[in-house]
């Protein structure tokens, strides 16, 4: 599941894009059932950790331009990445598996680091309202396991909010969502 595939072209990778669709919902599928034991394990950590940065961390789209103005979230139509649906998934993944009953925060600390939450927070830049929501479950998540990140979390969204703020042109798409966290 960690393979990346270009979603703008959509006749592209047609049949592995869709096997890789049925792989993380039989995923899904499988942490919410009860075979699901067993999960709790180094690798498994890792890979997940892995397969989440692979498919979500990426450069975003430049700031879509609507006649010459900028794109306003409270009065354009939102712009919706190609890929949503596939992301949905990969961040559905995500919070089932931190979630369950056997994630261990202390494994789960290696993987998701100072570093792995600054580039959480910096896709809060999507135009894509589903993903800023979906960053939003992400982080309270990990604000609820790995605990020791709380203070880089909260550091690094008084930085972005106090940039909004205080510097030209004060744009960022995702303040409401950071407000709201």
Not at 77 to 91: A, I, K, N
Not at 101 to 124: C, T, V, W
Not at 140 to 167: D, M, S
């Amino acid at each position: 599941c960690s393979n990346v595939y270009n979603f703008e072209d959509v006749t592209a990778d047609v049949k592995s894009k869709e096997i890789k669709r049925l792989a993380l919902d039989e995923l899904i599928a499988f942490l919410k059932s009860d075979a699901s034991r067993g999960i709790g394990t180094e690798p498994i950590h890792e890979e997940m950790c892995a397969m989440f940065s692979a498919n979500v961390f990426r450069v975003l789209s430049p700031p879509s331009v609507i006649n010459g103005a900028d794109f306003d979230p409270e009065e354009d139509e939102p712009v919706l990445e190609p890929s949503w649906p596939h992301l949905q998934s990969v961040y559905d993944l995500f919070c089932v598996f931190m979630e369950h009953a056997e994630f261990q925060p202390a494994i789960g600390r290696k993987y998701i680091d100072a570093n792995f939450a600054s580039r959480l927070l910096e896709l809060f830049e999507s135009e894509d309202p589903r993903e800023r929501d979906m960053l939003k479950s992400v982080l309270h998540r990990i604000y609820g396991q790995i605990i020791p990140l709380l203070a880089h979390i909260r550091r690094a969204t008084n930085h972005i909010v106090h940039k909004f703020v205080l510097e030209p042109p004060g744009r960022h798409n995702g303040i409401p969502e950071l407000l709201v966290m």
